[in-house]
């Protein structure tokens, strides 16, 4: 789901002009980017002695260049709780224990976010750690060789799950030469050699972790200003250095691609039908448009999950998945069938699907409601500091800052019936696609 | 929720990795207020609504909770509360077909969905105040109003017999135990079994047999309205008359009865021919509950020896940390589904009775053994020793503040109203938390470990493959050496070896082998 408001946000530039600006972000907020690059957004919103902090890398399993080193990105966030000479991993873990922050990381394929939630009078100690450790993280071969096995031990708890190999064939086939060839995981004898790669994790850290490729969120109960000052203070020593990795780009095909595969437990056949679609990029208005088939041919109010799902109730659901990335990412459509023998029905109702969309400009009232629709789900989503920043995490990490977020709603609202004929005309046609075929063991 | 949502947010979300932790927020000083307006007879009763207005929240929130929950179902139509459920909030009503609902939804970005539990059933869901009167009707008639279709059921019983069948018993290892965990503790007859049901039981459910359990247990006298937000006087008059339309019945709470624990270390191996890694769950019945003051000083030993997906967990830190054996490890004192899609406890999971439980991630096969001797001497140690003074601050410092971030919205804070009224807490549980954290005494922590934790009765759950060869290996107490494939300290390497020891004392007749394909069967 796409989300979208209208409003009207302050944007203060860092020459200290307020500058107003009609778009979908509730909040004003406050960006500064430091003579290293670091680029830091402050949202204050309601949100009674709390904040959130999210450091955003824009690196993920797509910066993953070379042979061998799939999941490094995943890998390397795990390593970045290993602390600093100041901050050892014990004494990192005893500040944050200490002061009751919710702590996480996540990594995909473009970005990976560090992210905690505090109170209010913590802040400029988590801004002390969070910079000590981006700046000095510092870790023996030993603890980097066990916690090579934490991270395989999360590939295995994931393996039972047939998405996730239906999702790792589906991109070792639609990729030839692009990065998102691998999933953010990585390929299992990847892993199993990351123990051997401590120099190279070293070497991962000097090229990504800089301050040109790190953007900052605070949002909840902060004063601007104070925080910034701080945010000045910790991280203004910090040396350039970002090295750009060579990420090959991924021709548009000609020829449809297939694969099936095996699951070795039990499943009902998985089936996906993904099709090359386009960078982010909000001044694309094929792509814009594109964004919107996901609900409209296939979300819950669409008319082929209405026959599929509740009426033939031949697959048990079926949805889409149109992601926002730096590269040509897949437009996936997914749906698990009830019968192998209606595999090619499925996938036929799909195709049919979307040739009406190419026929006909789409539906105004159901492009209407779908509009009405990311209104309110953008507005009820922003309740919380974490929210409001991880909301913001992919955006930050595409772009550099999260000015687009008003470009790029206010593009989906221009979107007409149209528009989406031409997208699905440009997007969804044979060559462009790739269909992955998942079936379990035999009862 | 259904299963099939669950499966599909797998699907989306499998190119997502975290780490460790958490997300979320705070408490704004919003308060669940009794009712105070004079009631008409035609309102639902005061004692039977919370309140949580919430003046500058843009949204309502709805919790209804019926109680009646999976120990409600009949000894052979198990699945039945799940299912019933299911027709009220994912099917047609007399009005709208699913598909119309679905299509009405849409616009709102709103939805409302089941959560059926052992004592609990709570049709819960929010809307922007822009929404409401497009959004509440539908709502009111799913409760009151269900159209009771075949294609409905049918479309239902599927999604749980996939459920069950496939998702449950091979796409998730720890769940599975957990699953089963749950089933040898509980082992009574109608405590015990999941929510979802059995595939016999659900194959035998029938129309008629859904219209009779709604009848019986959607009553006025089982149900208690949360509402919260940023609703009206004359909204809540609304929903108290419609919900007052619900047919009166008749309700007792289930009969009291007391888990016995089990005598020695009972062991259920689950054999998956292909398991990749092994998952380890275990526990007992324990008899506290939120409330009691025991269960505070409880729940802070609990932390530190397991927070839930933590790195303070000091089990985390024994078999992941300092190991590396897998992506952790975690201990409760309630019943936490869905574990690994959460990171803040749910709500609205209520039970009166709870086991102490300890989950090890998926470890590999070859340490599976030292891995279960690792968690258990650990927990030895705490029953033991108990916690020192140093550990006892340091969690009750985490703990205090980390407690905020449970109910970060209106809608989790209703959701803890709500578990409040379950377990007649005068009161706010997360408030009393807090004050009672305060106050608390290591004495008094370690005086509760004592009293209700214990490491040599227990139910154990293995889910992986060469299961005769672990039973053999479990029952001869035979060392269990672990070789890492990269040097550990000397201080890691001498406590292994006091781990490879560690005697479990585990009978033959205590341990039983399970084909994976006959789990959940009746």
Redesign the interface.
């Known amino acids: 789901?796409i989300r979208l408001t209208a409003g009207v946000c302050l944007l203060w530039t860092t020459c200290g002009a307020a500058v107003a600006v009609d778009g979908v972000f509730p909040y004003p907020y406050h960006k500064h980017t430091l003579p290293n690059g670091l680029t830091a957004i402050i949202i204050p919103m309601?949100?009674?002695?709390?904040v959130?902090y999210y450091s955003v890398v824009r690196t993920g399993s797509r910066d993953e260049v070379e042979p061998g080193r799939s999941g490094f990105a995943?890998f390397f966030?795990?390593m970045m709780?290993r602390g600093t000479k100041k901050y050892p991993q014990n004494a990192y873990?005893?500040i944050?224990?200490?002061?009751?922050?919710?702590?996480?990381?996540?990594?995909?394929?473009d970005l990976t976010a560090y992210?905690l939630?505090?109170?209010k009078v913590d802040l400029e100690k988590v801004i002390e750690i969070e910079s000590d450790r981006f700046q000095n993280l510092d870790y023996g071969k030993?603890a980097f060789?066990?916690?090579?096995?934490?991270v395989?031990?999360?590939y295995?708890?994931?393996?039972?799950?047939?998405?996730?190999l239906?999702?790792e064939k589906l991109q070792d086939t639609a990729y030839d030469v692009h990065t998102y060839k691998h999933?953010?995981?990585g390929f299992e004898a990847d892993i199993k050699t990351m123990?051997a790669a401590y120099d190279y994790s070293r070497e991962f850290f000097r090229r990504f972790y800089r301050p040109e490729n790190v953007v900052l969120i605070v949002a909840?109960d902060v004063d601007p200003k104070a925080a910034m000052t701080l945010i000045e203070k910790y991280y203004g020593k910090w040396k350039k250095g970002y090295v750009a990795p060579d990420v090959k780009m991924e021709p548009i095909h000609t020829k449809e691609r297939t694969a099936e595969v095996s699951y070795?437990?039990?499943?009902?056949p998985l089936l996906v039908v993904a099709y090359q679609g386009d960078a982010y990029d909000p001044a694309n208005r094929d792509y814009v448009a594109a964004l919107l088939l996901d609900d409209l041919a296939f979300?819950?109010?669409s008319p082929l999950?209405?026959k599929l799902?509740?009426?033939e109730?031949k697959v048990?659901?079926i949805?889409a998945?149109f992601p926002q990335n730096r590269n040509m990412p897949l437009f996936e459509i997914?749906s698990?069938v009830?019968k192998a023998d209606d595999l090619d029905y499925v996938k036929n109702e799909i195709y049919r699907t979307l040739e009406e969309f190419k026929e006909e400009p789409a539906d105004a009232k159901k492009l209407a409601?779908?509009k009405?629709?990311?209104?309110?789900?953008f507005?009820?989503q922003l309740?919380?500091?974490?929210?409001v920043a991880?909301a913001l995490a992919r955006l930050a990490a595409l772009t550099g800052s999260i000015e687009t977020v008003n470009e790029f709603y206010a593009a989906i609202d221009k979107v007409t019936p149209e528009d989406v004929q031409n997208a699905a005309r440009r997007y969804f046609v044979p060559g462009r696609r790739t269909v992955v075929v998942l079936k379990?063991a035999a009862e | 929720m259904r299963y099939?949502?669950i499966?599909?947010c797998?699907?989306?979300l499998?190119?997502?990795?975290?780490?460790?932790?958490?997300?979320?927020?705070?408490?704004?000083?919003t308060r669940s207020v009794p009712g105070t307006s004079k009631v008409a007879e035609n309102m639902l009763p005061d004692d039977q609504v919370i309140q949580l207005p919430v003046k500058?929240d843009?949204?309502v929130s709805f919790r209804i909770w019926f109680k009646v929950g999976s120990v409600d179902d009949p000894w052979n139509k198990r699945g039945l509360a799940a299912l019933t459920a299911s027709m009220l909030a994912s099917a047609s009503t007399q009005d709208n077909?699913?598909?119309e609902i679905?299509?009405k939804?849409?616009?709102?970005?709103?939805e409302y969905g089941e959560s059926v539990t052992v004592e609990m059933t709570v049709i819960s869901g929010?809307t922007?105040k822009?929404?409401l009167a497009d959004y509440y009707p539908l709502l009111r008639d799913a409760i009151l109003r269900p159209a009771f279709k075949q294609?409905d059921l049918?479309?239902l019983k599927?999604?749980t017999l996939?459920y069950l069948?496939?998702?449950l018993?091979?796409?998730?290892?720890?769940e599975l135990g957990k699953a089963v965990l749950y089933n040898d503790v509980f082992d009574w007859g109608d405590y015990g079994h999941i929510a979802a049901g059995t595939i016999e039981g659900v194959k035998s459910i029938t129309l008629d047999d859904v219209r009779a359990f709604y009848k019986s247990h959607y009553t006025r006298k089982q149900v208690v309205l949360g509402i919260g937000g940023g609703y009206d006087s004359a909204t809540l008059a609304r929903v108290r008359r419609d919900l007052a339309q619900l047919p009166a019945g008749t309700w007792k709470p289930p009969p009291e009865r007391t888990p016995e624990k089990p005598h020695g270390l009972k062991v259920t191996i689950v054999e998956?021919e292909?398991?990749?890694?092994t998952?380890i769950s275990m526990g007992f019945p324990i008899n506290v509950l939120r409330g009691h003051k025991d269960w505070y000083a409880l729940a802070l030993a609990n932390s530190w020896l397991g927070e839930h997906r933590n790195?303070?967990s000091h089990l985390y830190q024994v078999i992941?940390?300092?190991?590396?054996?897998?992506?952790g490890d975690y201990s409760y004192i309630e019943n936490y589904p869905h574990g690994?899609a959460l990171?803040?406890p749910p709500q609205n999971v209520c039970r009166r009775h709870q086991i102490f439980e300890i989950w090890i991630?998926?470890?590999?096969n070859e340490t599976r053994h030292f891995a279960l001797r690792a968690a258990i001497r650990e927990l030895k140690h705490l029953v033991d020793d108990g916690l020192s003074e140093k550990d006892f601050a340091?969690?009750r410092?985490?703990?205090?503040?980390?407690?905020?971030?449970y109910a970060?919205?209106t809608f989790a804070r209703l959701g803890y109203a709500l578990d409040d009224r379950f377990y007649k807490i005068d009161g706010s549980h997360l408030d009393i938390y807090r004050k009672r954290l305060a106050e608390m005494t290591r004495d008094e922590v370690n005086a509760a470990v004592k009293k209700h934790l214990q490491y040599e009765n227990m139910h154990i759950v293995i889910v992986t493959k060469d299961a005769k060869a672990l039973k053999e290996a479990l029952v001869s107490d035979a060392p269990s050496p672990i070789k890492?494939?990269?040097?550990?300290?000397e201080s890691v390497l001498q406590e292994d070896e006091a781990i490879s020891r560690f005697p479990l004392k585990i009978k033959a007749e205590d341990v039983r082998i399970v084909p994976v394909a006959e789990l959940f069967e009746k």
């Open positions: 789901m309601e949100s009674p002695g709390l959130a995943h966030e795990h709780f873990n005893a944050v224990t200490g002061i009751g922050a919710q702590a996480n990381a996540f990594t995909t394929d992210h939630t505090f109170a030993p060789q066990t916690e090579a096995g934490a395989y031990g999360e295995r708890k994931s393996v039972t799950e047939p998405f996730a239906l999702q999933t953010t995981m123990p909840g070795p437990g039990r499943t009902l979300g819950e109010s999950f209405r799902v509740i009426e109730q048990q659901f949805g998945h997914i698990m009830k409601e779908l009405r629709r990311n209104k309110y789900a507005l009820m309740d919380t500091p974490d929210h991880g379990g | 099939a949502h499966a599909l797998c699907a989306f499998s190119m997502i990795l975290c780490s460790r932790n958490t997300p979320c927020a705070a408490a704004d000083g500058n843009p949204t077909s699913y598909a679905l299509a939804l849409f616009p709102l970005a709103a929010r922007h822009d929404n294609e049918d479309r599927a999604d996939n069948q496939n998702t018993r091979y796409a998730s290892d720890e998956k292909d398991a990749p890694a998952a790195s303070s992941r940390e300092a190991r590396g054996l897998n992506y690994g990171q803040i991630r998926p470890v590999p340091l969690t410092d985490f703990l205090s503040k980390y407690v905020l971030h970060p919205t890492y494939a990269t040097p550990k300290p």
